[in-house]
Structures are given as structure tokens and as C-alpha cells.
């Protein structure tokens, strides 16, 4: 009669280790390849948010860029000019030269902007591409106030600053947006 191998000489025990070392060899593969591909599909990821963080940054760019090129040409044609100073100069007849303005200023409307708007300070007086040509208290109350917007005293300072350059300004309430 044969004796029973007992312990790590048995056939089962060897059995067993063989078949835990294959199922092990598998399982190892499978965790290395999750964890690599984890690693590169976040990182592809984040690569794909950057990119479109930056295309949308860029996109953001190239309309604040439009909107100065287009703030500059109003300012430096000569028309724009003639006009503008016949208005300050002969302010009883602005009407004929705020609707000469206005239809140059409608020139440079497009599908992004809702208004474009020249305001005269020393007259206090708005005309505007879209909306009729009034003092700048009722051409924000009518256009602009109501709605929850509460914002007449910014709006009152973008319009009467002095600076002599485009400037982007928001006008929400909140200065830190």
C-alpha cells in the first residue's frame, strides 16, 4: 500500500499552487493594464479640457478683439467725427445728425452685440444703434433698468470714463465678475 503524501509534497498542494499561479498570472495582467489604462484616459482627459478650455478662451479673445477694432474705427472715422461734433457744436439740430450716428452705428451691429451706444457726456446724451437717442438716466431705465438690474451707478461711470481706450467693464453689481 501507498503512503498518503502529506503537506507541500502532497498532489493536491501542488495541484493547487499551479492553479492559483495561473489564475494569478491573468489577474496581475488585467490589474496592470486597468491601472495604466486609468492613467492614461485621465490624462487624455484633462489634455481634452485643456484644449477646449483654451479654444473657448481663444474664441472669447478674438470677440473682445472684434469689439475693439470696432470701438477704434468708430472713434477714428472721420464721419463719426463730423458727426459727433456737430451734435456738441449745434446741439439744437442733433436729431438730423443722431440719426446719421445711429445708422453708422448700425453698420457695426452684428449677432453678438445687443446695442452699440455713443454717449456725450457734456450734452448727456446717448445714441444708440438699436434704441432711440435720449439723456443716459432715461435710455438706462428704459433699456436696461427694471428686471432685477440695479446697476445705474456703474452704469453711469462706464459711460462718463474718461479713459482713452476700450476697456472691458462688467456691470452686474458684482466688481469681482
Do not use: H
Not at 436729431?95 to 452705428?105: G, H, P, S, T
Not at 451707478?153 to 479713459?163: I, L, N
Amino acid at each position: 500500500r501507498k503512503t498518503q503524501k502529506r503537506g507541500r509534497k502532497s498532489y493536491y498542494y501542488k495541484f493547487f499552487l499551479s492553479f492559483i499561479v495561473v489564475l494569478l498570472v491573468p489577474m496581475l495582467t488585467i490589474a496592470l493594464i486597468f491601472i495604466s489604462s486609468q492613467t492614461i484616459i485621465r490624462d487624455q482627459i484633462l489634455r481634452a479640457s485643456q484644449n477646449t478650455l483654451n479654444q473657448f478662451f481663444l474664441r472669447v479673445d478674438d470677440v473682445l478683439g472684434e469689439v475693439q477694432d470696432i470701438c477704434v474705427t468708430i472713434v477714428n472715422s472721420n464721419d463719426s467725427k463730423s458727426y459727433s461734433k456737430k451734435i456738441v457744436d449745434q446741439f439744437d439740430k442733433r436729431a438730423f445728425y443722431a440719426r446719421k450716428v445711429q445708422e453708422q452705428l448700425k453698420g457695426y451691429m452684428g449677432e453678438k452685440y445687443l446695442d452699440i451706444f455713443e454717449y456725450y457726456p457734456g450734452k448727456d446724451y446717448v445714441i444708440s444703434a438699436n434704441n432711440a437717442s435720449m439723456d443716459l438716466e432715461s435710455y438706462y431705465k428704459r433699456y436696461y433698468g427694471g428686471n432685477g438690474n440695479d446697476f445705474w451707478e456703474e452704469f453711469q461711470s462706464v459711460a462718463q470714463t474718461s479713459r482713452k481706450k476700450p476697456v472691458l467693464l462688467s456691470m452686474n453689481g458684482k466688481s469681482s465678475d
